[in-house]
């Protein structure tokens, strides 16, 4: 993540930017709110790389990412012994970040029986290991980040009130790209020339129609969809103009997602399930539609809960005579055996039940 990436002219972004300038050389914690795509890891770098601490180490830590159990080891390290598979004593992203800052994203994950020892660290600056008693002394500047309502998880007893008070001494809440259309050429364009270099093409223009419809959609990934879009375009384009697929242009194009439904979560729900069909329900991998998205598989899988969005509901919403008979194999939607609950989508409980790799974000 490179300053150079902090792309935009809007009005909107420009104030954005004039909070970042002012609260970078400032050494309070900061939180930066925005929906999924939206640069929240792009605008962390960009406060550290503003800051005094510039030449200090950046540590980020996705808290989505790491199993409940394994977090507070990700976070704070362990001593060997601590937990059953700990064969030696490992350094924390506290620790690894000393003297510079520590970006967590997803931060409303934050199981809340480590929230305590998080505040711990805000005010004191000190931890232990787990399965440690030696106090550790750190100076680490916290970055934090979400795409939830921290405000209102408070109020649900679901993020504590004081540790939300801590984190958002400086809050930047990033607006989504559809209120930022004005920037929209600016960053197609520099998406073209990173992804040119990336892929060794000489591609420098992008047609007027191209970019008019690029500039019309809604784009409810936001700049991390923008940059998928584009990166796949220039990937099949042969000549110097950029060249998308035309089954691409048909997404971007359909009115069966244009922003004209009657709220935003309806056509954010619309244009979800037409990722999925397109993908035929596969949510994660390289064809999947969480990448066709432009967002992480574990955020995709969370927005499909909050909508209710699941193969066997849509099919039976479209035709409610037929049954739907749940696949065997865990790609597809729903399943009411092998002990899964009925209603409950097979992904999720995967995704609960496995261990992903940190930092994995597909």
């Not at 499909?304 to 790609?331: F, K, T």
Request: overall charge neutral; glycine content about 8%; hydrophobic content about 40%.
């Amino acid at each position: 993540m490179l300053v150079n990436e902090v792309i935009g002219t809007s009005k909107n972004f420009q104030t954005v930017l004039s909070e970042m300038r002012t609260v970078a050389p400032v050494e309070c914690s900061v939180l930066i709110q925005g929906e999924t795509g939206t640069g929240k890891e792009v605008f962390a770098h960009a406060i550290h790389d503003f800051s005094p601490r510039r030449n200090k180490p950046f540590i980020a830590l996705n808290c989505a990412a790491v199993p409940a159990s394994l977090l507070e080891s990700e976070l704070f390290g362990h001593e060997r012994g601590a937990f059953t598979g700990a064969i030696g004593q490992t350094t924390g992203r506290f620790q690894a970040a000393n003297a510079g800052t520590l970006f967590l994203d997803e931060i409303g994950d934050l199981p809340l029986e480590l929230q305590p020892k998080l505040l711990r660290v805000l005010q004191q600056q000190q931890f232990e290991r787990l399965g440690s008693t030696r106090t550790i002394q750190v100076d680490v500047r916290l970055v934090a980040a979400t795409n939830q309502n921290l405000q209102r998880m408070v109020e649900e007893g679901r993020f504590r009130a004081d540790l939300y008070y801590r984190l958002s001494v400086f809050p930047i809440n990033l607006p989504p790209l559809r209120e930022r259309q004005e920037d929209m050429p600016l960053l197609a364009r520099h998406f073209v020339r990173k992804c040119s270099a990336k892929f060794g093409k000489n591609i420098d223009l992008i047609s007027d129609e191209v970019m008019q419809i690029l500039t019309s959609y809604h784009w409810p990934g936001n700049i991390r969809e923008l940059q998928n879009f584009i990166e796949r375009a220039v990937i099949v384009t042969t000549g110097t103009v950029l060249s998308p697929r035309a089954a691409d242009l048909a997404v971007l194009t359909q009115k069966d997602v244009a922003p004209s439904f009657g709220t935003l979560r309806e056509a954010q729900r619309a244009h979800i399930i037409g990722a999925l069909r397109e993908t035929n329900w596969m949510i994660g991998g390289h064809g999947g539609a969480a990448v066709r998205l432009g967002m992480p598989r574990t955020t995709l899988i969370g927005v499909m809960h909050r909508l209710g969005i699941s193969r066997e509901a849509v099919e039976l919403r479209e035709d409610p005579q037929q049954s739907v008979e749940a696949p065997a194999h865990y790609g597809n939607s729903l399943a009411s055996s092998n002990g899964i609950p009925s209603g409950r989508y097979m992904e999720d409980y995967l995704y609960e039940h496995s261990t992903l790799p940190f930092g994995t974000t597909q």
